[in-house]
């Protein structure tokens, strides 16, 4: 038994020693960042303080003529994975790669509206009808679990998403979710492919996903959520201005439609300092109730100092989730360090 040990090993040795032959250096970066965070009224904030470390693994080599990479982002001092992506390009044709919460299609231009440094939601409670954290973000597929196809045409990016089955990250092995398949895309550009010059940025975004045999009008007919969003920025001098559209429309019966409006202004005070101000309103279209719109707000502060950066955001929002009279409001200041 010991000597069957011995082969074993040994040309589990020589497998490894060829695979490193080929492999590629991996490098490491990473951030840590300390907050200090205030809640609403009726909130408990606790400690307010807290730290959070961010370490990120790369690696990219040549197989067969194509570039192979790996990224994997560990956070909390390696509480857990958070993020990883193993991608092919494949020149010409295009990049694939299969996606493990890195971001993905149509979420990648979930809320690209200008800000200095956090959205104008984060912190919130965001109890919206939607399957993420947020009402009013788009993003069928999700990040978790999906096949990523990135394209670019003429000026014009391609990034696609597919999902089968729920959107759960697995380490190896079959999902026990019970989420249907999903497919979502995202085209990008600028100015330029219109002539008007790179200082405008835009997309536009659809996407699916099979909820399966919800509670319907009609027993046993399949309905599937349906997912789009456009958005448009424009720089001028130090000013960036940008205003999105979303629709979430759910296929079940008796679940909330999420249209969303958003706008954002940006202004770079100097090479290191920035500030923002944007407004966001999501209406809940309620099938049996009166519609009701959420209303939110924020401004953020960002600055600068070689690897330090210093930023604070206020945010705030009103029928927070469509429920009348709920309101929610966080402040943070955080002071980070990359490395």
């Known amino acids: 038994m010991n000597n069957l040990k011995k082969v074993g090993l040994t040309a589990l040795a020589g497998s490894l020693a060829a695979v490193s032959a080929n492999a590629a250096e991996m490098s490491v970066s990473g951030a840590t960042m300390l907050t200090y965070t205030s809640e609403h009224s009726t909130e408990t904030t606790g400690n307010p303080f807290g730290m959070k470390t961010n370490l990120g693994f790369t690696a990219s080599g040549d197989v067969n003529g194509m570039t192979v ?26 990049i694939l790669a299969f996606d493990q919460g890195s971001g993905s299609g149509l979420a990648t231009i979930d809320d690209k509206t200008p800000t200095a440094a956090e959205e104008i939601w984060d912190g919130l409670d965001g109890a919206g009808a939607s399957t993420t954290s947020v009402g009013g973000l788009v993003g069928a597929a999700g990040n978790s679990g999906v096949f990523n196809y990135i394209k670019a045409y003429s000026g014009v990016t391609l990034n696609a998403a597919v999902r089968k089955g729920s959107g759960t990250s697995n380490s190896d092995g079959a999902s026990s979710g019970t989420n249907g398949n ?63 559209m979303s629709n979430i429309d759910y296929g079940g019966n008796g679940t909330s439609a999420e249209e969303a409006a958003a706008w954002g202004l940006a ?26 719109t959420e209303d939110g707000e924020g401004i953020a502060i960002a600055y600068t100092m070689g690897s330090m ?3 604070g955001n206020r945010n705030e929002v009103s029928s927070n989730g469509g429920t009348t009279g709920t309101d929610d409001e966080m402040t943070e200041i955080a002071v980070s360090f990359a490395f």
């Open 69 to 94: 990479s790996y990224m994997q982002t560990s956070k909390d001092q390696f509480a857990g994975m958070s993020s990883a992506r193993l991608s092919i390009d494949m020149g010409d044709m295009g």
């Open 267 to 292: 202004i770079n005070i100097n090479d290191d300092l920035s500030v923002s101000y944007g407004e966001r309103e999501v209406e809940y279209a309620k099938p049996s109730a009166t519609h009701v």
């Open 182 to 244: 999903a497919i979502d895309f995202a085209l990008t550009g600028s100015g330029d492919t219109m002539g008007l010059g790179d200082a405008l940025s835009w997309g536009v975004g659809y996407g699916e996903a099979d909820a399966g045999e919800q509670s319907s009008a009609t027993a046993g007919v399949k309905s599937d959520d349906t997912h789009m969003t456009a958005f448009a920025n424009y720089t001028m001098g130090m000013a960036t201005f940008g205003y999105q």
């Open 309 to 311: 950066k210093i930023a």
